[in-house]
């Protein structure tokens, strides 16, 4: 059923060969279809496998320094003569520790699938005579769809009706500037760019509007033959992850270091009291060199720090905050400027008709929202009044549905909101519409600021009705409505039309005018011929009220440091009254308007901008400027859109925010987070995220990472004491320890760490700084102080034991208490700046720490644990010592949090 010559077909023929009409397909028909044809999508490469990601853990370069530290201790082992203990810990561990990987990797892949079904493409199609959002993937051959500017075509369509249709056709035929499209036919061997009566998938409409019937889907468009598609989340290296792995990097550096320097001087002992080298020394180094190797990694932080940002990804959408970009999770906690269209993002988007001015009188309008109950106060009447009506209805393209729960819209808000006042007059909207259909459209842009469409009306013949912003409209205009007469729209009256809607505005009202125009029947239906020396009529003023949490969350950026900047197309007066309802906008601040930002240059701009809380009557283009004027002075901006002019200033911006009910595909494409609800509040809330995600990672990684350290420090001072000061080289931790101990602390204790709850101040602090390295000024202090003081602990422990009870005594007291050390660590890693008084162990953490503590108690019960692990049963006066030593670590970590790390940051 599907058409390859559709182009060169009339449309009547190629309706009829689709089996489908101006109505649309029946929904069983779209069904049946939809099991013919299967899903109107481009066939994606298998899903990655959960055996597969298991398998890339082992490519890790650190993974494999491991599994050659696995193979050099089993060599050792067999020239010892002893059996390969070390080695198979070390590689049971090795496989726990590639297991922890996986799943976090796991999670994270299963996260950013759950996100890309979240961003599946929405398409509007009729079926049954009835305009429907439907998911892109679902359309079929038949189906008629209503495309408009910003709409990304879903599938490969012949062209039924357009009015001033352009489309970007780049994806496919790398053509940049837009086509111009029409209805009739075009020659059979017509090449692809010629073919101006197609859509194609993948293309996006930049102008205009109109319906075309698809004619191919899926795998059989233009698009699915050359199988090209751009991915929905794009998952890229963040930043942070580029930190780790790099410090990855340094940690294997210092590891071949401090083996370079250790081995030197054991083997410089050698040669001082033997005069030779032996191959005992040889293995004595080799043995250290593995122990340092495995202690330096830190296994599982890359596959934490991924996981953990995935995983605040699933949990923002969640919160109606879809973000698209992984490296915006970060960027999020460092915004500064806010700038964020008004209608719908700081308002409710829920438009009432309050006040009428027609024929040079006001009317009051009530009742509110969309319910079409209320009454025009004052009782209107005359041909003016008649006119105005009838261009509120026809030059829309709202509808009013009555269904089971009450009254809805499907269209724009405002247009609807006109509808909803003509019904009230007594004007039935789907009446009308039927007995005077649209003949033709220029449509509304947000550079032109106006629309026309064209009718055949009673008693008048051919008619256009313009509505659009006041000013433009009045530009229009050479005469005036008065009455049953039309009358030469003087200064005078001209003055005083402006005069009524700064009136209006200055009551926070929305307004738009409209006027009308007699056409002759030869007229064409271009801007120029059309829409000059129309016919004033009137205005209708609306409301929007501000959001509650909207509001709410202004008083959240004002007070962590965020400048929140109202940017609307709506009147001066307007948009400053909202503001300063809002508290956007306060007495000294400056106003702009999109004429006064075109008269000046961006360097003026600059010098201003930081005072500039509200920008009115403003387009598009603006807000790229805006954008630029800020980053430019070292701002980290966040800016919304929605339309498909939007999409630059979306792109250029820190965190560009796309709109999900009102913004176009095109706009979502350049966003680096979409929101959901199209709230400002969800904006606040994804920044409060975001901070909660960096900060759990930095806990994390000051835990991980002093554990580490620790490692390091002992390990390389043990062996240089042993040799030096006992004369036998002596290790207080083999490999398969260290192992442990890093699987102990980078497993459940690290993950419940990475979740913690938000810090107290989560949102009184100002944004972090995006130059400030991941080593902060809460983050060092803990870092170095950590393994300064469990060092020379573990350290004195190790060598009083040994001196007392021997080699296997001293290693099962420093394995047990770096264990249980590291557990109260991360006790005191809930927060990094408050006590466990003010931010206590969530509950997660606490079953985590009982977790690791029970499991270690249990395998030390276990004899063939014991002697694989080399240690022996701790006494009790050993359990007391290591409890003395966790209360000792405890405090001191709180008193730093408390005395230290405060008074740092408020040097800030």
Known sequence: MELEDAHALPIDEVLQKLGTGLNGLSDDEAHRRLEVYGYNEIREERRVSAFFIWLEQFKSPLILILLAATAISYVLSIIEGEFPVDSILIFAIVIAASTLGFIQEYRAERAIEALKRMLTPMAKVIRGGVEKVIPAREVVPGDLLVISAGDKVAADCRIVECYDLQV??????????????????????????????????????????????????????????????????????????????????????????????????????????VGSVSIGTIIEVMLFSIALAVAVIPEALPAIVTGTLAIGMREMARRNALVRRMPAVETLGCVTVICSDKTGTLTKGEMTVKRIYVDDRFYEVTGVGYEPKGEIVGDPNGRAFELLMLGAILCNDARLVRGEKGWSIEGDPTEAALLVAAEKAGFRHEEIRLKYPRLGEIPFSSERKRMTTIHEVDRLGRVAFMKGAVEVILDRCRYVQVGDEVKELTDEIRGRILRVNEELASNALRNLAFAYKRLDESASYSSDDVERDMIFLGIMG???????????????????????????????????????????????????????????????????????TVYARVSPMHKLKIVRAWKRRGEIVAMTGDGVNDAPAVKQADIGIAMGITGTEVTKEASDMILLDDNFATIVKAIELGRWIYDNIKKYLVYLLSCNLIEIIVLSVGALISTYIFKEFSLPLLPAHVLYINLATDGFPALALGISP???????????????????????????????????????????????????????????????????????????????????????????????????????????????????????????????????????????????????????
């Open 542 to 612: 609306m409301i929007d009220p501000p959001r509650e949490e909207a509001i709410e969350a202004v008083k959240i950026c004002k007070r962590v440091g965020i400048r929140v900047v109202m940017i609307t197309g709506d009147h001066k007066l307007t948009a400053v009254a909202i503001a300063r309802e809002m508290r956007i906008y306060k007495d000294g601040d400056i106003v702009l308007t999109g004429e006064e930002l075109d008269r000046m240059s961006e360097e003026e701009l600059e010098k201003i901008v930081d005072r500039v």
């Open 758 to 908: 938000a810090e107290p101040d989560i949102m009184d602090r100002p944004p972090r700084d995006p130059r400030e390295s991941i080593f902060s000024r809460e983050v060092l202090p803990l870092l170095l102080t950590i393994p300064l003081v469990m060092s020379p602990i573990l350290l004195g422990l190790y060598f009083i034991e040994y001196a007392a009870s021997g080699e296997v005594r001293a290693t099962t007291l420093i394995f047990l208490t770096f264990i249980f050390l590291e557990l109260v660590v991360a006790l005191n890693c809930r927060s990094l700046r408050f006590s466990v008084l003010k931010a206590p162990p969530h509950k997660l953490l606490i079953a985590a720490v009982v977790w690791e503590a029970a499991l270690i108690s249990t395998l030390i019960s276990i004899p063939s644990v014991r002697e694989a692990f080399r240690i022996t049963l701790p006494y009790s006066s050993d359990m007391l010592l290591i409890a003395a030593a966790c209360l000792i670590v405890f405090i001191i970590i709180e008193i730093i949090k408390v005395l230290v790390i405060p008074k740092r940051i408020s040097k800030a």
């Open 168 to 273: 970007d056709e780049a994806p496919l035929t790398g053509e940049s500037a837009p086509v111009s499209k029409r209805v009739e036919p075009v020659p059979v061997e017509a090449s692809l760019p010629d073919r101006v009566n197609m859509l194609y998938a993948g293309t996006t409409v930049t102008y205009g509007k109109g319906k075309a019937v698809v004619v191919a889907t899926g795998m059989r468009t233009e698009l699915g033959k050359i199988a090209g598609e751009v991915a929905a989340i794009e998952v890229s290296e963040t930043p942070l992850e580029r930190r780790m792995r790099e410090l990855g990097g340094a940690l294997g550096k210092l590891v071949i270091i401090i083996c370079i320097v250790i081995a030197l001087a054991l083997l410089l002992e050698d040669l001082l009291v």
